[in-house]
């Protein structure tokens, strides 16, 4: 892997892409038998995105129309999405403040004798008490976990990697995710009997799910020279945080799969970067029946640019020109609440 000025370099990797086989799967096995290892699974199944492995982790685990399943109210729309289309009964479950993902103090009261599954959204990559706890209600009730990891990959707590610990996890590769591929997923599980089913919807060739050989060859490539792209997120994410209080969890203060920051002027963040073409990701999905946290959240939260390529100079003009666009004293509510993100 070149390096320049601490920037991460691929051309090394253009050899091997350009003899990528296109019509040869053995890539995509590769890569399969590369991040299961990586993670520490028995199963891993290549998708051709994180959406379509969330679509089939849910048809494996058999939950079929009217089906009640419990989903955080406010993240990222994927798992809602795929519940839609199964025609699943959905229940919202409150966020924590503190995590941004689902409030394990409110799940237990949503849980009937109809619920059937839970799915826990890492949200920037959390993995943390909050995930152990819901895994052990889950037990309990013996109710199926999906983990939606689209963003932990590489993030350890307990000696776990994020999206081992439900009966499937998954995670993405489109977007500003740790490895990415323009389009790509995966879900990974220990049951033979789950990894035999998604196989086989893949193997019936039900919807185009199959990643491709060329993503999976630069998947393969990037999961080689992991450590050396979590050092370049390591340092995006330093630098953002020697000039805003930008989000990171008590149990994960090395994540790096998102640069997330609260403010009650993110939309005048956003249309302000909009002009100048600096691509943000500004609000989720609507939270459901008035829960307090995700509606806070939701008018507040917004994710800034954290490419490879960005130099000290980009992000610091980043900075700048939001702690403009913040020079109104903050509220005493997102004082308090920016004082918890960063103990």
Not at 102 to 122: H, P, Q, R, W, Y
Not at 140 to 149: A, F, G, K, Q, W
Not at 236 to 241: A, E, H, K, T
């Given at each position: 892997?070149?390096?320049?000025?601490?920037?991460?370099?691929?051309?090394?990797?253009?050899?091997?892409?350009?003899?990528?086989?296109?019509i040869?799967?053995?890539?995509?096995g590769?890569?399969?038998?590369?991040?299961?290892?990586?993670?520490?699974?028995?199963?891993?199944?290549?998708?051709?995105?994180?959406?379509?492995?969330?679509?089939?982790?849910?048809?494996?685990?058999?939950?079929?129309?009217?089906?009640?399943?419990i989903?955080?109210?406010?993240?990222?729309?994927?798992?809602?999405?795929?519940?839609?289309?199964?025609?699943?009964?959905?229940?919202?479950?409150?966020?924590?403040?503190?995590?941004?993902c689902?409030?394990?103090?409110?799940?237990?009261?949503?849980?009937?004798?109809?619920?059937?599954?839970?799915?826990?959204?890492?949200h920037?990559g959390?993995i943390g008490?909050?995930?152990?706890?819901?895994?052990?209600?889950?037990d309990?009730?013996?109710?199926?976990?999906?983990?939606?990891?689209a963003?932990?990959?590489?993030?350890?707590?307990?000696?776990?990697?994020?999206?081992?610990?439900?009966?499937?996890?998954?995670?993405?590769?489109?977007?500003?995710?740790?490895?990415?591929?323009?389009?790509?997923?995966?879900?990974?599980?220990?049951?033979?009997?789950?990894?035999?089913?998604?196989?086989?919807?893949?193997?019936?060739?039900?919807?185009?799910?199959v990643?491709?050989?060329?993503?999976?060859?630069?998947?393969?490539?990037?999961?080689?020279?992991?450590?050396?792209?979590?050092?370049?997120?390591?340092r995006?994410?330093?630098?953002?945080?020697n000039?805003?209080?930008?989000?990171?969890?008590?149990?994960?203060?090395?994540?790096?799969?998102?640069?997330?920051?609260?403010?009650?002027?993110?939309?005048?963040?956003?249309?302000?970067?909009?002009?100048?073409?600096?691509?943000?990701?500004?609000?989720?999905?609507?939270?459901?029946?008035n829960?307090?946290?995700?509606?806070y959240?939701f008018?507040?939260?917004?994710e800034l640019?954290?490419?490879?390529?960005?130099?000290?100079?980009?992000?610091?003009?980043?900075?700048?020109?939001?702690?403009?666009?913040e020079?109104?004293?903050?509220?005493?509510?997102?004082?308090?609440?920016?004082?918890?993100?960063?103990?």
């Open positions: 892997m070149l390096r320049d000025n601490g920037l991460l370099l691929i051309p090394e990797w253009l050899d091997e892409i350009k003899n990528t086989n296109i040869d799967d053995s890539n995509i590769k890569f399969e038998s590369m991040l299961s290892d990586y993670v520490g699974v028995k199963y891993c199944v290549a998708t051709c995105n994180g959406t379509t492995a969330i679509l089939m982790s849910l048809m494996a685990m058999g939950l079929t129309e009217g089906d009640e399943i989903i955080p109210s406010y993240s990222y729309p994927s798992v809602k999405v795929c519940c839609q289309q199964l025609k699943l009964n959905i229940k919202y479950c409150d966020i924590n403040i503190n995590t941004l689902m409030d394990t103090n409110k799940l237990e009261g949503l849980i009937t004798s109809n619920t059937k599954a839970v799915a826990f959204i890492d920037l959390y008490n909050d995930l152990f706890k819901v895994r052990e209600i889950c309990r009730y013996n109710l199926l976990l999906l983990e939606d990891s963003q932990g990959l590489s993030q350890i707590y307990n000696n776990k990697m994020a999206g081992t610990i439900g009966n499937i996890g998954i995670y993405s590769f489109s977007g500003a995710k740790l490895l990415r591929s323009g389009e790509g997923g995966c879900l990974v599980t220990n049951s033979r009997y789950y990894y035999d089913k998604i196989k086989s919807y893949i193997n019936m060739g039900i919807g185009n799910y990643l491709s050989p060329l993503s999976a060859t630069l998947l393969s490539l990037q999961l080689r020279d992991i450590n050396i792209i979590l050092e370049n997120r390591n995006i994410q330093q630098l953002y945080r000039n805003l209080n930008i989000v990171y969890h008590e149990n994960n203060n090395d994540s790096v799969h998102a640069v997330a920051y609260i403010t009650d002027k993110a939309d005048l963040i956003y249309n302000t970067f909009k002009l100048k073409n600096i691509e943000t990701r500004y609000k989720m999905y609507p939270s459901q029946n829960m307090s946290n995700s509606d959240i008018e507040r939260y917004i640019p954290q490419s490879y390529d960005l130099t000290k100079e980009d992000i610091d003009n980043i900075c700048s020109d939001i702690i403009k666009l020079s109104k004293k903050s509220t005493d509510k997102l004082s308090s609440l920016m004082s918890r993100f960063n103990k």
